[in-house]
């Protein structure tokens, strides 16, 4: 199985900051690689797939890059709406994986 | 708009089989090149890929939990389902049920969940 791992598994960051969470894969997934928010309570919604496309309907604010093993979501300025959880997941092979998460929490 | 709904039992004694059926609404499980998933959630935990059905039938299991997980498929009814066999109290989670369109490779459209807690 590819394991994937992210960084930070929390961080605390005030509405206006520019946030970034890192997800490496244990090895290459080309550009195989989904970016989901979960907010409690709620199901993971998608925010980014195949690395930096981001789904229909999801703020531009979201930004995906990255390629191989190593992948950044970024939030250009964090708004209150984004406290969340946010998931790294290859689509690379299967079985699918996901990281652990990160926890945004408001500073 | 597609929708799914998981439903089933909320409550299921140890080494029993958890049954849950996911019924998709606004579109056709048969249409389209999608796989359609099953993924839990253990409380306060990450997520886990249980496995994945395609319409034709066609399967992929998480090794970890291959040996007592079928995904079926009853186009008919346009759903899909889970069984788990023998579970016991580390089966307690959130399934969710969730599409996977082979064009994007993500899983774009997720039922709300169900949680299911293994218990005598």
Known sequence: DIQMTQS?????ASVGDRVTI??????????YLDWYQQKPGKAPNLLIYAASSLQSGVPSRFIGSGSGTDFTLTISSLQPEDFAIYYCQQ????????????????K | QVQLQESGPGLVKPSQTLSLT???????????DHYWSWIRQHPGKG??????????????????LKSRVTI?????????????????AADTAFYYCAREPSMINAFDI???????????
């Open chain 2, 47 to 64: 997520l886990e890929w249980i496995g994945y059905i395609f319409h034709s039938g066609s399967t992929y299991y998480s090794p970890s």
């Open chain 2, 110 to 120: 997720w039922g709300h969940g169900t949680m299911v807690t293994v218990s005598s």
């Open chain 1, 22 to 31: 890192t997800c490496r894969a244990s090895q290459s997934i080309a550009s």
């Open chain 2, 22 to 32: 996911c019924t998709v609404s606004g579109g056709s499980i048969s249409s389209g």
């Open chain 1, 8 to 12: 930070p598994s929390s961080l605390s």
């Open chain 1, 91 to 106: 689509s690379y092979s299967s079985p699918r994986t996901f990281g652990q998460g990160t926890k945004v929490e408001i």
């Open chain 2, 72 to 88: 079926s498929v009853d186009t008919s009814k346009n759903q899909f389902s889970l069984k788990l066999t023998s579970v016991s």
